[in-house]
């Protein structure tokens, strides 16, 4: 970056450079970058951005995302410094770009990234090429949670698959696309799932999130991998029959968590499998998009005798099949330890599930007869509900839930939150937490009356950009 191209951009409208509004330097008593081991850049480019309106009104910004800018900029140099003086860190969080923000990574500097070396937790998030990972091949071998989303859509994962053997004890394994259109998906290599392979004595999850499995032939590493208590798939092609099959083949016993949240592709004698093999110690699971066509209605029905020990279920249904919906009511009988129940709606296409169907209503309705009791955490995803039919929810529903999400829900307005509200203070306070996320009609009057008898309202319009959305998984 030019001297003069910076100085330029720095330049506030009354003519000072926001460099010189930075104090010299001082003498600390505490050295804290020395004793540093965690390293957030989020935080780090949050704090930032605050600072930025404390000492430079808006009045005074010369031109239009000069404040974005300048935040980012400020944000890189101190993160650089941190890393510089930090002698042990032992986890570095990156979800955007403060770190990398017009230069290239400097990992591959030992002069300055010395105290890397004891490095554990390593999330790159929507800020990683195949560049930053051979330089962090040659510097990391202590990382045990290792958290990656890649810019590129190369099968060749020549450098991931280095990084990931170079480990000596690695515990924990995602992978995403930061790309989320199918086209650009990340090729997943058979070469990769060998490389994780070897880390089979430690490794217990593996998650992988829109990616492509079209160039690997199979699955079978992970087979081997029997420690593995968390596995997901979220939006993956290419994940056929003959490819997973292996994970069936019983040696995945020790499955806690399995996610196979894939829109087609799947096979429900596989799945259905997996569930049986792994039903003593299996809690929580997220199943494939139904569909009138697919075969998740036999996956409910097969299900049954080996879900008794589920406390989490995510189930995903298209507008209008309430066949598929009625199918999963007789599941629910089954789960009489159930806790978490997060249900999605859509298609390829996004369409939401609307309860309000004619026939969907009376499923609905079925809904809150059959839910088990124990339910606490209740989640709606991409869903569309009148008012009416959330106020019979409340009036009848038998569980007490302590926990209530709606993500996504375009037709949710004021009237559905003025009705969480009314429902709390009737009972008591039962309600402890309400989340709505992009929900575009319900203003903040209505935000604020709930928190007024709510512990914790969240309520946001922004996309989360952790390595793992799904509403009950933590």
């Not at 780090?44 to 951005?49: E, K, L, M, V």
């Not at 998906?185 to 992988?208: C, N, P, R, W």
């Not at 509200?421 to 709930?450: D, H, M, P, Q």
Request: proline share 3%; glycine share 4%; aromatic share 12%.
């Amino acid at each position: 970056m030019g001297t003069h191209y910076l100085e330029d951009r720095m330049l506030l409208k009354d003519g000072k450079n926001l460099l010189s509004l930075i104090g010299g330097g001082s003498n600390f008593v505490f050295d804290y970058p020395t004793y540093l081991e965690e390293l957030d850049c989020s935080h780090i480019s949050q704090i930032i951005d605050e600072w930025s309106y404390i000492i430079v009104p808006q009045e005074n910004i010369a031109y239009p995302h000069q404040r974005v800018f300048c935040s980012k900029w400020f944000s890189n140099k101190l993160i650089r410094l941190f890393m510089k003086k930090s002698a042990i860190i032992r986890t570095m969080i990156s979800n955007s770009d403060e770190y990398h923000f017009n230069e290239m990574f400097a990992f591959n500097n030992r002069g300055e990234i010395g105290g890397f070396n004891f490095l554990q937790k390593l999330h790159l998030d929507y800020c990683c090429d195949g560049h930053s990972l051979r330089n962090i091949t040659d510097i990391c071998h202590s990382v045990e949670e290792l958290w990656i989303s890649l810019t590129e859509t190369s099968v060749n994962t020549d450098t991931l698959n280095k990084l990931i053997l170079s480990q000596r004890r690695l515990k924990d394994f995602r992978l995403r696309s930061a790309v989320f259109v199918m086209e650009h998906f990340f090729g997943i290599s058979y070469d990769l799932l060998e490389a994780l392979m070897v880390q089979k004595e430690t490794l217990h999850t593996v998650q992988f999130f829109c990616c492509q499995f079209s160039k690997c032939n199979s699955l079978k590493p992970l087979a081997e991998c029997t420690n593995l208590r968390r596995l997901g798939f979220f939006n993956c092609e290419g994940l056929y029959e003959e490819k997973i099959e292996p994970l069936a083949s019983g040696s995945l016993t020790n499955l806690q968590i399995l996610a196979m949240a894939v829109y087609k592709g799947f096979s429900a004698k596989v799945i259905v499998n997996m569930v049986k093999n792994s039903q003593k110690n299996l809690k929580r699971i997220s199943l494939p998009m139904a569909t009138p066509t697919n075969h998740m209605l036999k996956v409910f029905c097969d299900m049954k005798p080996y879900s008794g020990n589920l406390i989490g279920i995510t189930v995903c249904f298209m507008a209008g099949d309430n066949k598929s919906f009625e199918s999963f009511l007789s599941l629910l009988d089954a789960c009489p330890n159930l806790e978490y129940l997060c249900i999605e709606g859509g298609d390829t296409e996004g369409t939401p599930l609307d309860f309000d169907d004619d026939n969907m209503i009376v499923e609905f309705k079925k809904l809150i007869e059959v839910m088990p009791r124990t339910v606490h955490r209740l989640v709606f995803y991409n869903i569309s509900i009148s008012s009416v039919l959330l106020q019979i929810f409340f009036d009848n529903c038998a569980a007490k839930i302590k926990h209530l999400g709606f993500y996504e829900c375009p037709l949710l307005i004021d009237e559905h939150v003025n009705i969480v509200t009314e429902y709390v203070k009737r009972s008591g306070g039962e309600l402890k937490n309400l989340i709505i996320n992009w929900c575009y009609l319900v203003s903040f009057y209505a935000i604020n009356n709930a928190r007024k008898v709510i512990d914790n309202v969240q309520f946001s319009d922004v996309e989360p950009q952790d390595m793992e959305f799904t509403a009950w998984l933590e």
